[in-house]
């Protein structure tokens, strides 16, 4: 470790007594030592070249030419190469968080045309900037919802991401709010055990579409229910999908939230990725992250300025409206630079042929005996049931070079022969023959 900071031994010390920390390995005492073996084993320091020898090595053991139908909420996407040659430019890359507007007005302007684009896509008045990703965006949404009614119940669907409700639950876990999950009938929503879930103390409905399995569906009568209640509507929503499906806001949703990766984000391990987040104009006050507005300087000339602020922290401190403070502009940049390329018309393209080859695929799939397509609509992810357990299905595709899907049973353990497919516009005829070429041997 010193060989890697600035600290003497005796600073590491001095700094252990005065937190009563007997070393620094009870620093990760809550992380198993079998996971910390790897992560925190540094050796000795090396020479540059050393270092790059030995991390090119690591690299070259990752597999990055199978044919990727992984979903689950993040996909493979092409990525047109300016969106890259944009967002590296040293004025956007190196910014921070822009509290001096005057120094800040092309990420400030970024932001404003990625809120702009955000609030088209969903249709709804407002959006805001600077969530980390889809998970605390949905967080974010919820909490919003608790402070503008006042309940402490929330009923979220079974088809939401499950990683988004697990960062839920992680967050609410020393507040006095209620988290009810309601459990699907098959891979949809089950609106009777919804509907009766639904009353006076529930503060939000959160529902997601595309679901977590890939059904597509309209939320516009359970959306409806919550409204006269007067209960807040959170939708969870796949960008992309947008191109083709119903809106936010034509179903009738309050709050929107997703997470930005497929506008223009590589997977990248898991990150940084983007949370997006757009809500009608009755709770634009309670919204977290930065929100950019449009105004004139003392000459008249257009100028663009942070808005809201005494909501944030820097103002309010322990009262703000969140912890929110990290800048996601540069990720947010990427996605304004990916749709003015896309544009309208690409934009719908982009989704048609998602749904093309998705169907195409789900087609051949349920000619094979034993696999059974579970649902219908959807937009390009789908759920088959197979006759062999979908991890070791999986595991035997990925062996000739094909990342055949998400096994359900990694959140949902009953789920043993179900697997979740993802079929992008980067998945070739080729790709999608080979698929059903070697499921029939791997089955």
Partial sequence: ???????????????????????????????????RAASFNIPAGMAEHEAMSK?????????TDLACFLGGGYYDHFIPAAVDAVSGRAEFYTAYTPYQPEASQGTLQAIFEYQSMMA???GLDFSNASLYDGATALYEAIAMAVRTNNRKKVVIDAGVNPLFIRVVRTYVINQEIEIVTADLSGVSADRNRISGLLDDDTAALVMQNP?????????????????????????????????????????????????????????????????????SKNYVRKMPGRIVGETVDRDGKKAFVLTLQ????????????SNICSNQALCALRAVVYLSLMGKAGFEKLGKINM???QKLAGNLSAIRGVKVMQEPFFNEFTVTLPVEAEKFAAKMAGCGIMAGLPASVFFPERKNELIVAVTEKRTDDELRAYCDKAMICI
């Fill in 1 to 35: 470790m010193a060989n890697f900071t600035p600290h003497t031994e005796n600073d590491i010390k001095e700094m252990l007594a005065a937190i009563g920390a007997p070393d620094i390995d009870s620093l990760f005492s809550d992380i198993p030592r079998e996971l």
């Fill in 310 to 321: 005494a909501r944030e922290q820097h103002i309010k401190r322990e009262k703000a409206t």
């Fill in 120 to 122: 088209r896509l969903t």
């Fill in 211 to 279: 679901n977590f399995f890939g059904t597509a569906d309209d939320y516009t009568d359970l959306f409806a229910q919550a409204a006269a209640r007067n209960i807040t509507k959170i939708l969870c929503f796949y960008p992309a999908s947008l191109s083709a499906l119903k809106s936010p806001s034509e179903m009738g949703a309050d709050i929107a939230v997703a997470d930005g990766q497929s506008l223009g984000l590589p997977l990248s391990f898991g990150g940084p990725y983007l949370g997006i987040m757009a809500a």
């Fill in 356 to 358: 093309q080859r998705a």
């Fill in 55 to 63: 991390i090119s090595k690591m690299a070259a053991k990752n597999r």
